[in-house]
């Protein structure tokens, strides 16, 4: 595997490269980023994984310093899982001028959900996945969907701005328990760890009662929202919304998705289950 850490080196190792697929990431590499280092494998001649904390995704207060740097062991991963090369860019490398004048700018969605408790989180990724396109100009990119609203954002960027890359979304990896895998699951203690699958298995509730053809999608949120505050989660959101658009639900819609987030001690957990009927 080789470690490609300018941009220039990085358009230089992609004009041999074939038909290329991308996975973009901040590190702290589990076996669901493996999944998608998998499905990558499976769609081109060639695999490129960044490596990248980008701090104008996160917001004032937020973990930025603190985020897990793991670079050998990612590195001892993704060689194992067969990668071509890692870009590993430093921050002056990615933002030449430190800060960034001319940014993506999302719809409103940006403002929802995660996007009304993060503000300008979605145009700090939205940013430096179109320039991260730019520089390694793959042919795919693979997106897990357990971030569900921003590959709905990055979808919709690629759409308008016609960047020739085909998004290929990944179902969530989960733990046995069910728990979504995340980077951010290193940050719970033993007892928070074992109430974490909580969330998923309040999702799961309403997806059931969904597929049952329940319609009463403001009496199911809050059912969720009150058991998850019950054993001590502080509720951002349950929602449910239309899966292509993630606008509001309306009654008859056949393609929903349950979306959540929650904090449990100090780590922050989202989560998320389509529902097709």
């Known amino acids: 595997m080789e470690i490609i850490r300018t941009v220039a080196a990085m358009r230089a190792w992609r004009k041999q490269a ?3 697929a991308f996975v973009p990431t901040m590190g702290n590499l589990h076996q669901g980023h493996l999944a998608l280092v998998k499905e990558a ?7 490129v994984v960044s490596i990248f904390v980008n701090r104008i995704q996160f917001g004032q207060g937020e973990d930025f310093d603190a985020y897990p740097r793991t670079f050998e062991a990612d590195c001892e991963k993704l060689r194992a899982a067969g990668v071509d090369a890692l870009f590993f860019p430093d921050e002056r490398e990615l933002y030449p001028r430190v800060k960034q004048d001319f940014n993506v ?15 300008g989180h979605f145009r700090g990724v939205a940013t430096v996945v179109s320039k991260l396109f730019n520089i390694v100009q793959p042919d795919v990119a693979c997106f897990g969907k357990k971030d569900f609203q921003q590959l709905h954002v990055i979808r919709m960027m690629v759409d308008d701005l016609n960047i020739p890359v085909a998004i290929v979304p990944v179902d969530t990896g989960r733990a046995d328990d069910g ?7 290193g940050y719970l203690s033993a007892e928070e760890r074992a109430e974490a699958p909580r969330l998923y298995r309040e999702l799961t509730r309403i997806h059931d009662a969904l597929k049952d053809g329940s319609q009463d999608y403001a009496g199911l949120e809050q059912a ?18 239309q899966a292509d658009t993630l606008e509001i639900a309306h009654a008859g819609e056949k393609r929903l998705v349950v979306l959540a987030a929650a904090r449990l001690g100090r780590t922050r957990l989202i989560d998320n289950i389509e529902v097709f009927r």
């Open 18 to 20: 074939g038909k290329l």
């Open 224 to 241: 969720a929202r009150d058991e998850l505050a019950a054993a001590g989660w502080a509720v951002d959101y349950v929602e449910v919304r």
């Open 105 to 119: 700018e999302p719809p409103h969605i940006q403002n929802e959900l995660c996007g009304a408790f993060r503000p």
């Open 179 to 185: 728990l979504a895998l995340s980077s951010r699951n």
């Open 41 to 47: 494998r499976r769609q081109a001649d060639k695999v």
